[in-house]
């Protein structure tokens, strides 16, 4: 199983036990061993990138999910890891390096009222981005010349010196339908690292979560039960009969309690269908930026649409994490839906998403991210009822069949978290500024004599790599 389908294999599982159980109290122990290979998953304090960033920077992030060994909690959401900036390439004109590479070091841990720990970690994953991270931590950019646009340029620009008359007004319209990505590396504050330790550490005195989270009442249990035992399906449809995402996730509260929630924790909500949201999307592929308010495919569930969508993405429109709510008649109660697009499929002669099919992961993203904004009172998991009984192993679905129930509440005041900056980074500018740069990158590293330099640096790459 790749890593990028088991990320939270093992993580999900402490993730769940925070948010059912972090009421239970936990007295203070000697200290306890953290194992290399513990991952924690983290919030840029800060933004980075290949343009702005400089070998020594000093860096920082916050854990956005406890973690537990043994039911003690080792290391609470908020707490802080800090470290530097190991390294830093930028593409620029193309001449020294063919992609763009960052590398992080974080070395040191300040968990609350007690001394820093040095700690020794390494880089598994950026979330829902389009950069890779190799084996030893360092994330690489995308190749300036591995896309449509530049597939156009290797035909139009030998045109210039044959027919300008035509090669011009192809080079403007690409301009328009087909620019250039750009190749350096930028991460929002916000951006949502997956670091693990490489080494073992002592964390001393764990104790119990600062935000306890109670069970739900028995006369809400009732209820809970009461509801999905009505229920005829406990799967969405996506048109024709075709079975779709499996219900994972009810929310005890209306709108008003749960869009601040989501909101809180990061996520957007979804535009609806129209020519300008194709184009749009047409757009980020070719450019391999990220759309934050992307529409989604319309599910139904039981014959009903969806009435409130949210999502997660960061720089690319390929990666998202997504959930789709169902309000169920004059209650206060919504059924969700929540899954991560992991990447494109070819279905029946159009592109869609490919989901990650352990959808409880999933489940804990959204739990950990609205749990620990102070948003989330009580919680617990539950088998699911007659209509949804057992455990789920198809290629789309791999489940334990448990439902998360959430007791919402107002959330006006949320604890802080970095987040996502949608005014400030590469693709804040005007589209007429965009247009002009990307006419820039082009003329740079386009050309027939930037293509073929960089073409002959990728193959000598790609021979030393093997």
């Avoid at 002669?349 to 904004?373: C, G, Q, W």
């Avoid at 088998?383 to 334990?400: K, L, Q, V, W």
């Amino acid at each position: 199983m790749t890593y990028r389908s088991q990320k939270f294999a093992s993580h999900a599982v402490s993730a769940l036990f925070a948010v059912i159980v972090a009421f239970m109290r936990v007295c203070p122990s000697p200290a306890v061993e953290m194992v290399a290979g513990t991952r924690l998953e983290t919030r840029l304090a800060t933004p980075t990138g290949s343009r702005i960033s400089h070998a020594g920077d000093p860096i920082e992030s916050r854990v956005i999910a406890p973690v537990f060994v043994n039911g003690r909690l080792m290391i609470p959401q908020g707490v802080i890891v800090s470290g530097v900036i190991e390294r830093v390439e930028r593409v620029g004109l193309g001449l020294k390096h063919t992609t763009s590479s960052l590398g992080f070091r974080f070395d040191m841990l300040q968990l609350p009222d007690r001394a820093a720990i040095p700690v020794r970690t390494r880089l598994l994953e950026v979330e829902t981005a389009k950069e890779r991270v190799n084996p030893q931590g360092v994330i690489g950019g995308i190749h300036p010349t591995a896309n449509l646009s530049s597939t156009i340029d290797l035909y139009a620009l030998p045109l210039l010196g044959v027919n300008p008359q035509f090669a011009v007004p192809m080079l403007g319209i690409k301009v328009l339908i087909a620019r250039s990505p750009d190749p350096e590396i930028y991460f929002a504050a916000g951006t949502e690292l997956i670091l693990e330790l490489t080494a073992a550490v002592e964390i001393p005195n764990p104790g119990a979560p600062p935000n306890e989270i109670e069970p739900l009442l028995p006369s809400e249990m009732a209820g809970v039960h009461r509801l999905l035992a009505r229920l005829p399906d406990q799967r969405t449809e996506r048109g024709g009969n075709r079975p779709s995402d499996l219900i994972n996730i009810l929310f005890l509260g209306g709108r008003e309690s749960i869009q601040p929630a989501f909101q809180a924790a990061g996520w957007s909500g979804a535009q609806p269908h129209s020519l300008r949201s194709i184009y749009r999307r047409y757009q980020c592929m070719v450019q391999r930026i990220g759309y934050s308010m992307a529409p989604m495919g319309n599910l139904t569930l039981n014959g009903a649409i969806a009435d409130a969508e949210y999502q997660k993405s960061l720089n690319t429109f390929s990666k998202r994490h997504h959930v789709r709510l169902w309000k169920q008649g004059q209650a206060n109660a919504r059924l969700a839906a929540a899954t991560e697009d992991v990447g494109y499929r070819l279905r029946t002669m159009h592109l869609t998403h490919a989901s990650d099919p352990l959808i409880d992961n999933e489940r804990a993203k959204v739990l950990n991210d609205l749990a620990f904004r102070g948003c989330v009172p009580a919680a617990t998991l539950i088998m699911r009822g007659a209509a949804g009984s057992g455990d789920y192993h198809e290629t789309t679905i791999r489940t334990d069949g448990r439902i998360a129930v959430l007791r919402m509440n107002d959330c006006q005041n949320p604890h802080t978290m970095p987040a996502q900056s949608a005014k400030f980074g590469p693709h804040s500018r005007r589209q007429s500024v965009q247009a002009l740069i990307a006419l820039r990158n082009d003329l740079i590293r386009a050309n027939p004599v930037s293509l073929t330099y960089n073409t002959i640096l990728g193959l000598r790459d790609h021979e030393t790599q093997k």
